[in-house]
């Protein structure tokens, strides 16, 4: 009876060890294969986007429509008359949208209304370029956080589109920095146009396949090491006993 139970027991730690390895994998294949499908890398090759984001950075971007995009996101696009690679921008300004520059605090106007941008570069802006321009429909007004070494929107106001971007020259919203390490993390979410019409993105699921990829890894390990531990302590207790 004893050695039934123990055998039983044994062989019930085994299956556990089996389901956590088999869930674990799932898990951790999982979040990566759809993460691999949902987001993709890009290397910032500038410090346009410093202090958010600096020159070198590796980031995630989820794969969106431009539809899908609002004031304070940040973008990957790209568009020739802005050269042949994909840049990375703030949005500022959407379809109908009437942006100044600027105020006497040196705050750029949404619609008349004066925008606190806490992610803009410390001192960025100090002269600033005077401008207005006027967002056309399924568009977007793009600059960098680091307005003084940013080309954006500003450099663009005569050639056509005051400045701005097709929704459809979206690639991707960035949604977290993936290097250097000390940097890892997902970016904060812009809140400073949320009084505008439209507010802004709520993050992707991109936490939610982190913790998936985690709690794999967790249970692979876990269940391996336990499998692993008692085939070897199986076989000494056994031995073990039979001296007794």
Known sequence: MSGAGRGNGGRLGNLLSGWAVGI???????????GAVLYQPYTVPTDSMA???GVGDRV???????????????????????????MVKRVVGT????????????????NGKAIDEPYVSEGSGS?????????????????GDHRDASLDSREHLDDGEQGSVPRSAVDGRVEARAWPLEGLGMLPRATSFDTLSGGSSESGPLPML???????????FGGASYGSLANRLGPARRAGKAGG
């Open 127 to 143: 002269a600033p370029t005077l401008f207005s321009a006027t967002v056309p429909k399924d568009h977007l007004f793009l600059l």
């Open 51 to 53: 202090p958010t984001i």
């Open 24 to 34: 674990g994998s799932l898990l951790f294949l999982g979040g990566f294969v759809y």
């Open 210 to 220: 982190a913790v998936a990829v985690l709690l794999g890894a967790l249970l692979i």
């Open 60 to 86: 995630l971007a989820q794969r969106v429509d431009g539809g899908a995009v609002h004031r304070g996101d940040v973008v990957v696009f790209s568009n020739p008359l802005w050269g042949d690679l994909p």
């Open 95 to 110: 379809d109908g949208d009437r942006i100044t520059c600027c105020d006497e605090q040196g705050r750029l106007r949404v």
